[in-house]
C-alpha cells in the first residue's frame, strides 16, 4: 500500500512539476498573454466582454510598449463594440478605436492591416449619419482601401471591408450585390493562399467572407 | 519521505509567491460623476481591469511592492498613482480631469449657422442639403433664406437678415470679400447667386455677431470655403431646360495637385417659347459663363485658384406706369471676371496662416427707354418722364488681399491676428457723364478664442477700419461667451458693433459721410444631438448713422430690430426623412433714405416661417424635396415730394397679402452612357399661390401696380451626368 501510495505521490507530483515547466518556459509571458486576450475576444458575448477584451490588449500594449499587435487588437474589439451595442455613441468608440490603432500605427508603419481597421473605423462612423456624412467619410474610407492595397494587394481582409462596404451601395452608384460578390470572391481566393506573419498577426476573416457571399447568392 | 517534503514545500513558496491580491477602487470625474469605461492598469503588467457602470472596479494581481496605478480614459488625463500592494489594496479612489479638446469643447453658436461637411461641428446645412432643397434650385441664398433671420424677399437678390436690407449682407470666399455675389439686378426680379454651390464645402451663415476677421457688412456674413482636392479625375456635362456645360477635372497621379475648368451656356429662349412669361423679353436672357481652377497641396496646407468670367445679356419691356400707351424698355449687359487665390499653411510651433488674394472686375451696362407701341424711343411729355431714359455704364473693380495668423496659446485656445486691404474702383457713367470713386480700404483685426474649460468658451476681439474715401477711422468691438450646460446644450451670448460704408450710389453724390453702424446683441440657446438639432435665438441690433438722403445726405438715420427666431431639424423621428423647420418674429423700423420717420420697411414682414423636407426612396434611387415658405404681408409705401411743404410724406401705404410658396424637386439617380447620372426636376410655387413683393407707384400717385414674379412658377428639368468620380455619392440617402 505504501509502496502504491508513495508511487502515486510521485507521480502526481512530477506531473505538477512538469505542468510548471511547461507553463513557465513554453510561452512567454507576452505569447500568453495575447492568449488570454485572444481566448476573450473570441468567447466575448456581449460589448461589455468586447471591451474588456480591448482594455485587456490596451495594458498588454502600454505594458510591452513595443509591440503594435495589442494596440491593433485593442483596437479592433474596441471597434467591434460599437456594432455589438446598438446603443453604442459610435462616434464615442470610433475616437477611441482610433486614439489606439494611432498608437500602432506609431510602431508599425503602412501595414494592410491598419489601413483595413481605419477603413472599418471611419465606416463605423459613416453610418451614424450616413447623409451629411458620405462625401467625407465616403472618400476617406475609399482611401483607406488604395493605401491598404498599395501596402499588400494580397491581404484578403482588404476586399472583405471593401465588399461589406459597396454591397450596401446601391447598383447605380457603383456598388450593390454583383460588386459585393466579386469582391467577396477575391477575399475567399486570397484566404486560401493567406498565411499570416505569426500565430498573433491577424488572421481573421475569411469566415465572414463565406457568410457574406453565401447571403449574396441566397 | 523528506523528498517529498522538500517539494511539497517548495512547491508551496512557488505558490504563497504567485498569490494575488484583490485591488478595488472607483473613478470619477472632478465633479463625481461616475465614469464607466475607464482603464485601470499595473504599470507594466497585464493586470488591469476597466471600471463598470457604477464606476467601481476590483480586479486581481500578482504583482507586489510598490506599484504605479494607471488609470487613463479617453477624453481625460491619465492619473497615475504610487501604490503599495504589500500594505494596502483599495479602495483606490480616483478622480480624472478632463481634457480640454476641440471634440468636446463649447463652441460659440450665437448668431450663426454653420452649414458644410465639417465633420463634427454643429452641421446644419451640407452641400446635399444645397443641391436638396426643394424649390431652391441649387442657389445657395435661396436655401439660406429657409433658415431663421432672413427675409421671403422675391423682388430683387440679397438676403434681408434681421430688419437689415439687401446690401447688409456680405459674402466672403476664403476670407475674402465678393463684390457682386449675384447676377446684375433687374428691376423687381432677384436674380441667382454667381457661385455654384459645388464650389464650396462649406458655408457658414451669420446672422450677427459675428467675427472680427469680417467686416463692413451691417446684417450678416455668409461665409464660404472652397473644396480642397477633387477625389479624382472627372469628365461631366449638363444639360437642361436652361442651359448646358461641360467640364473637366484633372487631378494629378500623386494627388498632390489638380487643375480643371468648366463652360455653361445659358438660354431662356426654349424655355420662354413654353412658359410665358408676365413680361416682354426683347433680348432673352442669354449667359456664358467659364471657370478655370488648379489646386496644390503644399507641405503643411494648401494653395487654392479659382476664376470665373461671365458674360450676360437681356432686355426687357414693360408696360409704362404712368402711361397707358408708353412702355418702359430695360436693356442690360454684363462682364464679370472673378479671381481668387487663396493659400493657407500650418507653419509649425502652432502657428497657422491664411492668406486671401482677390481681383473682381464688373462692367454693367444698363439702357433704359421710354418706347411707344411700336417699341420705337419717344421723348416724354414732361422732364420727369424724360428721366425713364437713360444709360447707365457701372464699373466696379476690387483688388484685395488679406493676411492672417492664427496661434495656438494653451490647449485649443486660439489667438487670431490679421491685416486686409482693399483697393476699390467705381466708376459709373450716367448719360454720358462720368462719375468715378476710389476707395484704399484697411483693417487690421484681432480676437483671442479662450476655452477656459470645456463647458466655458469666450471669443474677444477687435477691429480697426479706415477708409480713404471717407477719411475716417472706425474700432469695432466683438465679444462672444458660450457655456455648455450638458451634452449637446449650451447657451451663447455675441455683442458686436458693425460698420459699413455707404453704397456708392451714395458716395457718388457726396463723400461727406461718415461709416453706417450697427449693434447687434445675441443671445443663443441650442441643444444637438447628431440627428436633431434645436435652436432658439433672441436678438436686438441698434442701427445708427444710416444715410438719409433728404433734407441733405447725411448719416442722420437711425433704427432696430428685434425678434426671436427658433430653428428645428429633425433626421430621426422619421425613417429615411429629413426635415425642418423655422420661424422668425420680427419687429424692425428705420428711418433712412427719403423716409419721413420710423418705419417698418418694406423689405421685413413681422412672421416668417419654413418647412422644408426631404425624403430619399432608396428603392427607386429618387430623392422627392418639398419646401413651403410663409410670410406675413410687407408694408409697402409711397413717399412722395411734398412741394408745398417740402418735405417727403407717406401719400399711402399698405400691406402686401401673405406670402406662400411651396417649391418640389426630385432628383432621380441612374446610369446614362456609363456615367453617374442625376436627373433633376423642380418647380417652384406648385400651388400656384398669388405672390405680391409690394407695389410700384404712378407718379401722380393714383395708380399703383402689384410687383409680382414674372411668371407664376418656374419648372427646371436637367440632367447632370459624370464619368470618373461618383458625384452621384453626393445624393446617397441612409442605406449604408
Known sequence: MKTVKSLNMKKILFLIMVLFTTLANAQSKYEAGMGKGFEMLKSAQSAEDMGAASAFFERVADAEKDKWLPYYYAAYANHLTGWMNPKADKDKVAAKSKDLLTKAEVLEKDNAEIWVLHQMITVQQLTVDPMTRWQAYGAEASDYIDKAKKADANNPRIYLVEGQFKQNVPEAFGGGKEVGKVLFTKSIELFKTFKPATEMHPSWGKDQAEQMLAALNK | ?736
Open chain 2, 1 to 736: 519521505m523528506k523528498y517529498l517534503i522538500i517539494l511539497l514545500s517548495s512547491l508551496f513558496i512557488l505558490l504563497s509567491a504567485r498569490a494575488q491580491v484583490q485591488v478595488l477602487g472607483s473613478v470619477r470625474d472632478m465633479k463625481s460623476r461616475i465614469l464607466a469605461g475607464a482603464n485601470i492598469a499595473i504599470k507594466g503588467s497585464y493586470d488591469g481591469t476597466t471600471s463598470d457602470s457604477t464606476g467601481h472596479f476590483s480586479f486581481k494581481t500578482f504583482e507586489k511592492g510598490v506599484q504605479t496605478l494607471v488609470v487613463s480614459n479617453i477624453g481625460y488625463k491619465t492619473v497615475e498613482q504610487q501604490i503599495d500592494l504589500s500594505k494596502e489594496f483599495g479602495p483606490f479612489n480616483v478622480a480624472l480631469k478632463e481634457e480640454i479638446s476641440e471634440l468636446k469643447a463649447v463652441t460659440v453658436t450665437a448668431g450663426s449657422f454653420e452649414a458644410g461637411d465639417k465633420k463634427r461641428a454643429a452641421t446644419v446645412l451640407s452641400l446635399l442639403d444645397v443641391l436638396t432643397t426643394g424649390g431652391a434650385n441649387a442657389d445657395i441664398s435661396a436655401v439660406l433664406k429657409t433658415l431663421p433671420g432672413a427675409q421671403q424677399v422675391g423682388d430683387q437678390e440679397g438676403l434681408f437678415v434681421r430688419g437689415g436690407a439687401g446690401y447688409e449682407a456680405k459674402q466672403f470666399i476664403d476670407g475674402t470679400m465678393v463684390n457682386n455675389p449675384f447676377y446684375s439686378s433687374v428691376p423687381d426680379i432677384a436674380q441667382r447667386g454667381r457661385f455654384s454651390p459645388n464650389l464650396f464645402k462649406g458655408t457658414v451663415f451669420s446672422t450677427g455677431g459675428y467675427s472680427a476677421l469680417y467686416g463692413q457688412a451691417l446684417s450678416s456674413a455668409v461665409i464660404l470655403e472652397s473644396i480642397d482636392l477633387p477625389e479624382q479625375s472627372q469628365v461631366n456635362a449638363s444639360i437642361s431646360t436652361v442651359f448646358l456645360g461641360a467640364g473637366f477635372q484633372k487631378l494629378d497621379k500623386t494627388k498632390k495637385s489638380s487643375w480643371g475648368f468648366n463652360y455653361g451656356y445659358t438660354n431662356l429662349w426654349p424655355y420662354f417659347q413654353i412658359v410665358k412669361q408676365g413680361v416682354d423679353y426683347f433680348t432673352v436672357p442669354e449667359f456664358h459663363s467659364g471657370d478655370a481652377n488648379f489646386r496644390i497641396k503644399t507641405k503643411g496646407g494648401m494653395i487654392k485658384y479659382y476664376t470665373t468670367f461671365a458674360t450676360s445679356s437681356l432686355g426687357l419691356r414693360r408696360p409704362d406706369i404712368d402711361s397707358l400707351v408708353l412702355k418702359d424698355a430695360f436693356g442690360l449687359n454684363n462682364t464679370n471676371w472673378y479671381n481668387n487665390l487663396s493659400w493657407r499653411e500650418f507653419l509649425g510651433k502652432g502657428w497657422k496662416m491664411n492668406l486671401g488674394l482677390s481681383y473682381s472686375t464688373d462692367l454693367t451696362k444698363i439702357n433704359q427707354q421710354l418706347q411707344d407701341q411700336q417699341n420705337k424711343p419717344v421723348t416724354g411729355s414732361t422732364a420727369w418722364m424724360n428721366l425713364k431714359t437713360y444709360s447707365l455704364d457701372n464699373t466696379a473693380n476690387l483688388s484685395q488681399i488679406k493676411l492672417v495668423f492664427d496661434k495656438r496659446i494653451s490647449g485649443i485656445s486660439v489667438l487670431r491676428f490679421g491685416n486686409e486691404y482693399q483697393y476699390a474702383y467705381n466708376k459709373s457713367i450716367y448719360n454720358g457723364f462720368s462719375l468715378p470713386l476710389k476707395d484704399h480700404y484697411y483693417a487690421a483685426f484681432t480676437e483671442a478664442d479662450i476655452n477656459i474649460t470645456n463647458e466655458l468658451a469666450f471669443k474677444l476681439g477687435g477691429r480697426l477700419e479706415h477708409s480713404s474715401i471717407l477719411k475716417k477711422w472706425n474700432l469695432a468691438p466683438r465679444l462672444a461667451i458660450a457655456y455648455k450646460t450638458g451634452p449637446g446644450a449650451q447657451f451663447s451670448f455675441a455683442y458686436g458693433d458693425f460698420y459699413q460704408k455707404p453704397e456708392n450710389n451714395q458716395l457718388m453724390l457726396t463723400t461727406q459721410l461718415g461709416y453706417t453702424k450697427a449693434t447687434h446683441y445675441i443671445l443663443n440657446f441650442m441643444k444637438t444631438t447628431t440627428l436633431q438639432t434645436f435652436r432658439v435665438e433672441a436678438f436686438y441690433k441698434k442701427y445708427e448713422d444710416l444715410v438719409k438722403t433728404f433734407p441733405s445726405i447725411n448719416n442722420d438715420g437711425t433704427g432696430y430690430a428685434k425678434g426671436i427666431e427658433l430653428f428645428w431639424r429633425d433626421r430621426k423621428t422619421f425613417q429615411g426623412m429629413d426635415y425642418w423647420i423655422s420661424y422668425s418674429y420680427l419687429d424692425t423700423k428705420r428711418d433712412y433714405l427719403n423716409y419721413p420717420g420710423q418705419l417698418q420697411p418694406n423689405f421685413a414682414a413681422n412672421h416668417t416661417a419654413s418647412l422644408v423636407l426631404k425624403k430619399f426612396i432608396t428603392k427607386i434611387n429618387t430623392g422627392f424635396n418639398f419646401t413651403y415658405s410663409y410670410a406675413t404681408g410687407r408694408p409697402y409705401y409711397n413717399i412722395k415730394y411734398e412741394t408745398s411743404n417740402a418735405k417727403y410724406v407717406i401719400a399711402d401705404q399698405g400691406k402686401t397679402i401673405d406670402y406662400h410658396n411651396l417649391g418640389f424637386s426630385m432628383n432621380y439617380l441612374t446610369t446614362i452612357f456609363k456615367s453617374y447620372a442625376v436627373i433633376v426636376a423642380s418647380v417652384t410655387n406648385v400651388l400656384g399661390s398669388n405672390q405680391i413683393f409690394g407695389y410700384n407707384y404712378s407718379q401722380n400717385g393714383l395708380y399703383k401696380e402689384a410687383i409680382t414674379p414674372v411668371a407664376p412658377r418656374f419648372f427646371f428639368v436637367g440632367c447632370f451626368l459624370s464619368w470618373g468620380v461618383d458625384r452621384r455619392q453626393d445624393a446617397i440617402n441612409n442605406n449604408l
